[in-house]
């Protein structure tokens, strides 16, 4: 008696962001299922050995990757991966830093940090 599971589809898209340096950066989407192995990578690479910067969630089927305190650094294409038994699914957003502005963390306010 085996449970059939549910091919992953997504159902909303990562979206490419443009952020200040400095900034946090919130990656989303949403699948057809929650029953999934999920894996995020940054131009290829796995994020799980990137290191602490970077948080994943997941909550239901909503999967969720944030980039903090950005540096150009963190440009790239950032991709998720989702498969199960049933099959795979993949989608992909770039994230640009925008070096002019930077966010002043003890004013909270953007700050020219070049002339």
Not at 55 to 68: D, K, M, N, S, V
Not at 106 to 113: E, T
Request: glycine letters at 8%; one cysteine or more.
């Amino acid at each position: 008696m085996g449970s059939s599971q549910t091919k992953p589809e997504f159902v909303s898209y990562l979206v490419d962001q443009n952020v200040a340096a400095g900034q946090d950066v919130t990656l989303r989407c949403e699948a057809n299922t929650g029953e999934v192995t999920a894996k995020w990578e940054k131009n290829g690479r796995s994020l799980e050995s990137m290191g602490s910067k970077y948080t994943t969630r997941q909550c239901g089927a909503t999967f969720t990757l944030i980039i903090r305190n950005t540096t150009k650094q963190d440009e790239g294409k950032y991709t998720i991966s989702l498969w199960n038994e049933a099959g795979s699914a993949s989608c992909s957003a770039m994230v640009t830093v925008d070096m002019r502005f930077m966010l002043a963390s003890a004013q909270g306010h953007l700050m020219r940090p070049y002339l």
